[in-house]
């Protein structure tokens, strides 16, 4: 049943009077009072319910948001396709901290087997102990080894042994109780291996992964994106079990890297585009707590299997039921529209609400344009001045919490001993609370002001960490879980922030832009903590993080807003959601006193209801006559 549009045009003159009275109350006074709302107070009810109400006329405005409606929210299709696309997610962080695990560090000492020619009968101890020289501190060298000498074990024990050389026959591993890259390929003494150095190799795989998926992404689909990604950790993850020198292990670790961010693009953009609303918020917050379980699942694998080949070969094997499974992922019909494939795009629709048992209305469906849509290409984030404030932005803000969060876990491995060990395991499992943390923000607050309190939490918490003396090591720890803490709720918020923000026709390009800024800040803070000991690097994130507090500062909010899928509609509409002077939400209204809206037959829990609309409007006047009442000396709205 439609509702007049008598009363339609009504509410909206009843609103625009109560938002034009608002204004004037503001703009009566000082400037510091202006420029804040406090969430609790009446301005602040009033500012969110203009955002949701314009939220549901652009949606109604929206024909393919309409199609989605009528499909179904969140139903057997996109609970499906939410399982397919985000529980890979575990494998994904499976081979991303995995070398933590394959390089765990061991006890070498030289392999002096040449003694039992003479000796047969010694014991592992006696052998050390007649062949190995020891250091000041009592213990044998782990890298130096006596001269082998044609006596006998008599003479040996008797006369001992004088020359040294470094080891010549390999190593031994005699208090080793499992087997990793250090003692098969024997990465001790001269040979160890520069963890950091395997860390920028991971991340020069993703800087190089990040431009080359994000442009097959937007140029060939999201479904082939997903497909080349799952193939490339089945050959390279699962394959890494079989290479027979750490230069090969180096190589598959930077194929797989480029594979992990390759499916996360893919995954994060049909996601996007495929949910709305709160529906998408809660999969990719689920997606990020997968990625946790990922990791407690890695660390208890690690401990029960001794074997770094064995360790491979079980995490990759669930890869090939989910490249067998990938059938049941749709393409994402926004790109699909985007790329002028239009009648795909109704079939998949089709198929979407057949599966969700919903019949999508002949006429509504003939509604989805089949407008030429220009093309875009990587040069428009340079050429087209919001899309680029919004890439510098983002890029910031990714760069910020990459750099901030390695920088951290750095500083955790210079603790050392029992206490590192706890530092390390703990933010992991505080991943979880953190992004369910994140997601009471975001529903109650929007993505900026979520991103903005978690970034000033983290600025607080660098603050604490510089003026805390070395000395006081259990209390660093703790500030440094709390700054884990807090980085883990603001990666959940800018993953679902910068899809929302980048257009469709650009939006896995912008992407895998940011993932190459989290690229580069991991490789900036490798580069400045090995090199300076100072600090610095602690200072360096209270500097990036306030910038980043600035910069997004002018980035619109995209909570219960459309998607953008043209650079035209982005340029039109990117930066005016959200002004930061109230006058707009009332020439905002006033311009479309006379309009009519008309809610679609299928506009579901969208759409506010007369009676609701009703109740609100007397609320916000109940809580502005109440204002009022605790001010008597306000009469700025009397008239």
Known sequence: MERPQADIRSWRRLWAQMDGERTLKLSLQPPFLTSVSSPSSPSWSLEMLLRRLRSIEEKQEDNFTRVLDAVGEFGCFQRRLTAFTFLPSMLTAFFMFIDRFSLVDQLPYCNTSW????????????????????????????????????????????????????????????????????????????????????????????????????????????????????????????????????????????????????????????????????????????????????????????????????????????????????????????????RGRIEEAKQVLCYAARVNKRTIPPGLLNELSGKKVPKASVLDFYTNRHLYKVTLVMGCVWFTVSYSLYTLALRLLDLGGMMALFGKIVPSLLGVPARLCGLFLLEQFGRKWTLAVTFVQATALYLLLLFLPPEMTSMIILVVVFGHFSLGTAISVFFIYTAELLPTVLRATGLGLMFASWAAGAITSLIITSNVESLLPVFLCCVFSSMALCFSAVLPETQDQPLWDTLEHFTKSGFQKETPQSTSDSSFWRSREDSVLVPPKDSGSDYLSEEAAKNTILNVQNLKMSSLVSDPSDTTLEH
């Open 115 to 338: 003694i039992l020619a003479v000796g047969p009968h010694l014991t592992v101890a006696q052998q050390l102990n007649l062949t190995l020289p020891r250091a000041p501190n009592g213990s044998f060298q782990r890298c130096l080894m006596y001269v082998p000498v044609p006596l006998d074990l008599d003479a040996i024990i008797r006369f001992g042994l004088n020359h040294t050389d470094i080891c010549q026959d390999g190593w031994i591993y005699p208090d080793s109780k499992m087997r990793s890259l250090v003692n098969e390929f024997d990465l001790v003494c001269d040979q160890q291996p520069d963890k950091a150095l395997l860390q920028a190799i991971f991340m020069a795989g993703i800087l190089t992964g990040s431009f080359i998926f994000g442009f097959i992404c937007d140029k060939m689909g999201r479904y082939l994106t997903i497909l080349l990604s799952l193939l490339g950790l089945a050959i390279f993850g699962f394959g890494t079990a079989f290479v027979s020198s750490f230069h090969q292990y180096l190589f598959f670790r930077f194929a797989v890297s480029q594979a992990v961010v390759g499916y996360t693009i893919g995954s994060l953009s049909l996601a996007t585009e495929w949910l709305v609303g709160e529906h998408r918020t809660h999969a990719i917050v689920l997606a990020h707590c997968l990625i946790t379980i990922g990791i407690v699942f890695l660390v208890g694998l690690a401990y029960t299997i001794p074997h770094w080949r064995l360790l491979f070969l079980v995490g990759g094997v669930p890869v090939f039921p989910l490249i067998c499974c990938v059938w049941a992922l749709p393409e994402s019909p926004r790109w699909l529209m985007t």
